[in-house]
């Protein structure tokens, strides 16, 4: 897949994007959270909240990453879709947790087609980063397995085709998926 011109974006000197890509409970979070409070250095930082919770099991979701920011002095925005359309400060850091929320978002609750989907999401996180002073953004890799259904499957190749087009415009990226003790044959 080659890259289109509207993923260049615009390169200066107050702008880094730092994608950090792990499976889930791969301490992802934990670790973005630690690199923007170091990269704001004074300035506000914002959390855009992504996802929008569903049931028992999403509220407690939602109430351990409240609670792992709790104290942290991050403003939180909830924004489960268009982040590029953010009203932030320009000299502000912005954690975005999480691009496999706002892609579920955009492909399920809005039925935007998946190669749709993947041009908005990269989009907007491109006009994002163009806003902000800096911008750690957190995504999932999902290994499959034989108990995905096919829908699963193809949710989980498509965000494999976002998180290449960030790893792309993304000045930094963290790799939490390669792991010492993983036995891939």
């Known amino acids: 897949m080659s ?19 792990g499976t889930p409970g791969s301490g992802k979070s934990a670790l973005a959270e630690d690199i923007i409070s170091d990269l ?3 300035s506000n930082k914002y959390y855009l909240a992504t996802m929008i919770p569903y049931g028992t099991e999403g509220e407690e ?6 609670s ?6 991050f403003i939180t925005v909830e924004m489960p879709f268009d982040v590029g359309k953010a009203s932030l400060p320009e000299d502000c850091a912005v954690l975005l947790e999480c691009v496999s929320n706002l892609a579920a978002n955009e492909l399920f609750e809005r039925n935007t087609p998946a190669d749709k989907c993947e041009d908005i999401i990269v989009s907007d996180i491109i006009r994002l980063g163009n806003s902000v002073r800096d911008l750690v953004i957190v995504t999932n890799h999902f290994d499959i ?10 949710y989980s190749f498509m965000m494999d085709r976002i998180n290449h ?12 998926t390669v792991r010492a003790d993983r036995q891939d044959t």
């Open 165 to 176: 087009r960030l790893c792309v415009i993304a000045d930094k990226v963290t790799d939490l």
């Open 3 to 21: 890259i289109s011109q509207t993923e260049i974006r615009k390169k200066t000197d107050r702008t880094m994007i730092h994608l950090i890509i």
């Open 40 to 42: 704001a250095s004074g």
């Open 61 to 66: 979701r939602v109430a351990r990453h409240r």
């Open 145 to 154: 397995t034989d108990e995905f259904d096919a829908e699963t499957v193809k």
């Open 68 to 73: 792992m920011r709790s104290g942290k002095g």
